[in-house]
């Protein structure tokens, strides 16, 4: 565990460059990825990819560390266990540890931003990273609350919404486009959709407004 832990914490200069491009790859290419007709797992094997890239990029301490471990190994197992079974509840209980490993990833990256003295490539990578993690987590919320109630949302040009759809509604909500193509029709839907707008607008103006200010205060030392 050590040596492992050693080597999460070498050559980190951009290390979370290959996390962001996981991500976008995601928003990107699932649509194209999901229509393929195969058997096998595509997008999942991406978000699990972004799972341990995730891993690699923030680093954590030994018993954290071990405890995401755990996470991601349950995730594959839950989402094996989905495709063989055929069983709604492995699917939950796999979103459901995508959602904590995601939630602690955010938290760690704004808090690694936040403490950061100057801005750096690498901090524009972490910045852009949380805004895309609120992005999945949003979108798995989503997912998960519509497999509960299957009504909570409106998708007028579907019937059977995937992950790309949930994936959009959470994005257009949280940088407030408000294309008004999908409408939350549950409460609880509608009280997550005012969360996710209000946390991404705060989100940019508090980061914009820090970056900023180390930014110029960066530049003012070295004058």
Same mark, same amino acid.
């Given at each position: 565990?050590?040596?492992?832990?050693?080597?999460?914490?070498?050559?980190?200069?951009?290390?979370?460059?290959?996390?962001?491009?996981?991500?976008?790859?995601?928003?990107?290419?699932?649509?194209?990825?999901?229509?393929?007709?195969?058997?096998?797992?595509?997008?999942?094997?991406?978000?699990?990819?972004?799972?341990?890239?995730?891993?690699?990029?923030?680093?954590?301490?030994?018993?954290?560390?071990?405890?995401?471990?755990?996470?991601?190994?349950?995730?594959?197992?839950?989402?094996?266990?989905?495709?063989?079974?055929?069983?709604?509840?492995?699917?939950?209980?796999?979103?459901?540890?995508?959602?904590?490993? =995601?939630?602690?990833?955010?938290?760690?990256?704004?808090? =690694?931003?936040?403490?950061?003295?100057?801005?750096?490539?690498?901090?524009?990578?972490?910045?852009?990273?949380?805004?895309?993690?609120?992005?999945?987590?949003?979108?798995?919320?989503?997912?998960?609350?519509?497999?509960?109630?299957?009504?909570?949302?409106?998708?007028?040009?579907?019937?059977?919404?995937? =992950?790309?759809? =949930?994936?959009?509604?959470?994005?257009?909500?949280?940088?407030?486009?408000?294309?008004?193509?999908?409408?939350?029709?549950?409460?609880?839907?509608?009280?997550?959709?005012?969360?996710?707008?209000?946390?991404?607008?705060?989100?940019?103006?508090?980061?914009?407004?820090?970056?900023?200010?180390?930014?110029?205060?960066?530049?003012?030392?070295?004058?």
């Amino acid at each position: 565990m050590k040596r492992f832990n050693e080597l999460l914490h070498s050559n980190r200069e951009n290390k979370f460059l290959p996390f962001t491009i996981a991500l976008a790859f995601i928003i990107l290419f699932e649509p194209f990825l999901d229509g393929i007709q195969t058997s096998f797992p595509i997008v999942n094997t991406l978000i699990m990819l972004s799972l341990v890239l995730g891993v690699y990029s923030i680093g954590y301490g030994r018993v954290m560390l071990s405890f995401v471990i755990v996470l991601v190994a349950l995730t594959i197992v839950f989402s094996i266990l989905k495709d063989v079974l055929q069983m709604r509840i492995f699917g939950l209980l796999q979103y459901g540890c995508n959602i904590l490993f =995601f939630g602690i990833a955010d938290y760690r990256l704004i808090k =690694f931003v936040a403490k950061s003295k100057n801005v750096t490539a690498n901090i524009i990578y972490g910045a852009i990273c949380g805004y895309l993690l609120m992005g999945f987590i949003g979108a798995m919320l989503f997912d998960v609350l519509t497999t509960i109630a299957p009504n909570s949302l409106d998708f007028p040009y579907t019937d059977q919404p995937g =992950f790309h759809d =949930f994936l959009y509604f959470s994005f257009v909500t949280l940088s407030t486009l408000g294309y008004g193509d999908v409408t939350p029709a549950a409460e609880v839907a509608q009280s997550l959709s005012i969360l996710l707008s209000v946390t991404g607008q705060m989100y940019l103006t508090v980061l914009v407004a820090m970056l900023v200010g180390k930014y110029l205060n960066d530049q003012n030392s070295t004058k």
